[in-house]
């Protein structure tokens, strides 16, 4: 099994991002998916959900408006699109299949992302 992000990068606040995941060695388009980051000395924060389909998607409040997440199941590959960055959304972003409420089985390595003017 392997999940495998990119497209992390530094960004000036306001800027956008597209982020990568490439999932392989599981049933992708059985799977329920998920965003999740840690920032710079805090704790996990859990950004998004999208169904196995990508017919449904749920959002953390505070990405709520800016940040997209989608799905290509032909291509085994997630996406989380981030536009209007902010400072406080610097963090190392990882994609993880999701199992059941706040419980996972399958993570990345983690891609990260800076904001900083």
């Known amino acids: 099994v392997q999940l495998v992000e990119s497209g992390g990068g530094l960004v000036q606040p306001g800027g956008s991002l597209r982020l990568s995941c490439a999932a392989s060695?599981?049933?992708?388009?059985?799977?329920?998916m998920s965003w999740v980051r840690q920032a710079p000395g805090k704790g996990l924060e859990w950004v998004s959900d999208i169904t196995e389909h990508g017919d449904y998607t749920s959002y953390a409040d505070s990405v709520k408006g800016r940040f997209t997440t989608s799905r290509d199941n032909a291509k085994n590959t997630l996406y989380l699109q981030m536009n209007t960055l902010k400072l406080e959304d610097t963090a190392l972003y990882y994609c993880a299949r999701k199992t059941s409420w706040a419980s996972y089985d399958y993570w990345g390595q983690g891609t990260q992302a800076t904001v900083s003017s």
């Open positions: 060695g599981f049933t992708f388009s059985s799977s329920y």
